[in-house]
């Protein structure tokens, strides 16, 4: 239920760091779940390891209804009914479900399950094993993540399941079939607190099952009955964690690591002379200022003013930015805060596609004088008495956010906005944007569980958001953004599966938020990962997106590794 690709799911921010610096938490990398095979027939000894950015200790965690729950969990041992690719248009990939389909109501979802299933205790997976999950989140509010609005949820019999909803659940469509975590009813029912337990021997229906699990590295290996005949096809799959996560490119050059995501400067001159090590960008994250907008909800300072939001969005220069703080790596966003490539047939109008790449200065500030931003004498503006500075906060040790305001604080200061960065925990700052206690947050708009852009522009919806001091929806809209037409928009594309009204309700929206601007969109992020060929070969690459391959992306991360094999 949890949705990893967004902020709660970043990758680390690695430096490059000289080989001698590299210290691996774990002892060595051989053996069963090394990166070398020991001889002998190659699939039954294969093996790689994975560094998805775990620094220091690493505590178990299992329960997929957890947010703080290991990486392999969704993917590697639990799976969903369908699988959906970021990294593409193509539409769900059936998994443990081989169709589904909705009453005319939208309230009524009947789901057929897959044949020859198996748990990886043995036990036959059924239709009663889906429902038995879906009555699970019914029951228990604290793992509703995205708040299904659930009557009931009843098997049929053995391959047919029935989710009954309160009103028209169209939209939530995408969370239910692709990104919601099957549990096994013989296993869960036995668990006293669904909301506490670590499940410290998972029960998944996925290509891996836990091995071997310490504080510095575990251990999955293959699960022998997986219902994919001939996947997967590594026997050993190590996560480890190191020392900091500076050590991440000395890891990887090392030949200590097969698979990683991290952002790496000089990442083209890092392997231009490693001849097994490659790399695949998919940017997916619309690094973005996110504002506290409302004025009404208690957001306080001049970032409530619709004209200074649309001044910092015409005033950055984003080449720039991408240049200093991007690598070069970052792609163009939009402000509708789409994907330009991906979701060019939702973005209404051409002139919103692409954010700008170079800035206007002079339409800047033009804005805020017509605002009745004026500048002093030290350059920085003021209107009635208060001063135009705002406060930025970012996560400690977030290098390339860290460089970004550093950039943004000159760039704004040529049109008279102070910017004072600040560094944070990263639970202070997620504590703050939650609780709306911030001016100015630096952070990145996730995508939902499908490219229906619904769950992007749920974020935008007063529903999902709160007063100043109490906890936002689990949607996020931590803008505290209001707007009477978005969410009347919103809540009618909610209720229908027709794409053609609910391109109708995303224009009003697009039109809305572009003139508003509660989140300020910069670029899309880079999504660097990095593969070794060393020891497996049929890793996605830039022509072959079978998956998003960051190593931290729930179920993705079980698509990649059902489809690699043993290096020959």
């Known amino acids: 239920m949890w949705d990893i690709l967004t902020r709660r799911g970043r990758r680390p921010r690695a430096v490059v760091a000289a080989a001698a610096a590299l210290t691996l938490v774990v002892a060595g990398c051989s053996g069963d779940g090394g990166s070398k095979a020991n001889g002998g027939d190659k699939a039954a000894n294969s093996s790689i390891t994975i560094f998805n950015g775990s620094t220091g200790t690493?505590?178990?965690?299992?329960?997929?209804?957890?947010?703080?729950?290991?990486?392999?969990?969704?993917?590697?041992?639990y799976e969903p009914l369908y699988y959906y690719n970021f990294a593409s248009t193509a539409d769900p990939q059936p998994l443990l479900a081989t169709a589904y389909a909705w009453d005319a109501a939208g309230?009524?979802?009947?789901?057929?399950?897959?044949?020859g299933v198996t748990w990886s205790d043995g036990q036959p997976f059924s239709a009663k094993d889906?429902?038995?999950?879906?009555?699970?989140?019914?029951k228990t509010p604290a793992i509703n993540a995205?708040?299904?609005?659930?009557?009931?949820?009843?098997?049929?019999?053995?391959k047919t399941a029935v989710l009954t909803f309160e009103k028209p659940s169209f939209t939530d469509e995408a969370s239910v079939i692709g990104n919601t975590p099957i549990v096994a009813q013989h296993v869960w029912e036995k668990i006293t607190d669904p909301t506490k337990s670590i499940n410290p021997n998972p029960v998944g229906t996925g290509p891996y099952k836990l091995k071997t699990f310490s504080a510095q590295s575990y251990v999955m290996e293959k699960n022998a009955t997986y219902w994919q005949q001939g996947k997967p096809k590594i026997q050993n799959v190590r996560y480890i964690a190191l020392a900091t996560a500076d050590a991440a490119s000395a890891a990887l050059t090392a030949g200590q690591v097969d698979w990683m995501s991290s952002f790496l400067p000089g990442l083209d001159q890092l392997i231009k002379n490693q001849k097994n090590l490659t790399y695949v960008n998919t940017p997916a994250l619309t690094t973005s200022i996110f504002t506290c907008?409302?004025?009404?909800?208690?957001?306080?300072?001049?970032?409530?003013?619709?004209?200074?939001r649309q001044a910092i969005y015409w005033a950055l220069n984003r080449d720039q930015l991408n240049k200093l703080a991007g690598g070069g790596f970052a792609e163009t966003a939009s402000p509708t805060m789409l994907l330009p490539e991906r979701d060019k047939a939702w973005i209404a109008d051409p002139a919103n596609l692409t954010t700008p790449g170079g800035p206007d200065v002079a339409k800047a500030n033009q804005l805020l004088d017509v605002?009745?931003?004026a500048k002093g004498g030290d350059g920085i503006r003021a209107k009635g008495g208060e001063k135009l500075s705002l406060t930025i906060q970012t996560v400690t040790g977030w290098s390339d956010y860290i460089s970004l305001n550093d950039a943004m604080t000159q760039q704004l200061k040529e049109i008279g906005i102070e910017l004072k960065p600040t560094q944070v925990a990263w639970q202070e700052?997620?504590?703050?944007?939650?609780?709306?206690?911030?001016?100015?947050?630096l952070d990145s708009i996730g995508l939902g569980a499908s490219t229906n852009p619904y769950s992007t522009y749920l974020k935008y919806s007063s529903t999902t958001t709160a007063k100043v001091g109490e906890a936002a929806g689990l949607s996020g809209n931590y803008a505290r953004y209001k707007n009477a037409k978005v969410d009347a928009a919103v809540a009618v594309a909610a209720g229908t599966n027709d794409e053609t009204v609910q391109k109708q309700?995303?224009?009003?929206?697009q039109q809305e938020i572009v003139k508003d601007l509660p989140y300020i969109p910069i670029y899309v992020n880079s999504m660097l990962t990095e593969f070794s060929t060393a020891n497996a070969t049929g890793w996605p690459t830039n022509d072959n997106k079978y998956a998003l391959p960051a190593t931290w992306k729930q179920w993705d991360n079980g698509i990649v590794l059902s489809t690699i094999e043993p290096a020959k």
């Open 130 to 138: 889906v429902a038995y999950t879906f009555e699970l989140i019914r």
């Open 293 to 308: 907008a409302s004025a009404d909800l208690g957001c306080k300072g001049p970032q409530t003013d619709t004209a200074v």
């Open 505 to 509: 309700q995303y224009t009003v929206i």
């Open 107 to 115: 309230k009524v979802l009947t789901i057929t399950t897959r044949d």
């Open 58 to 77: 690493i505590v178990e965690q299992w329960n997929p209804f957890i947010p703080n729950f290991l990486q392999p969990t969704n993917g590697l041992i």
């Open 371 to 373: 605002a009745g931003w």
């Open 429 to 441: 700052w997620n504590n703050n944007q939650v609780q709306g206690k911030f001016q100015l947050s």
């Open 146 to 158: 995205t708040g299904l609005k659930l009557v009931s949820s009843v098997a049929k019999d053995d």
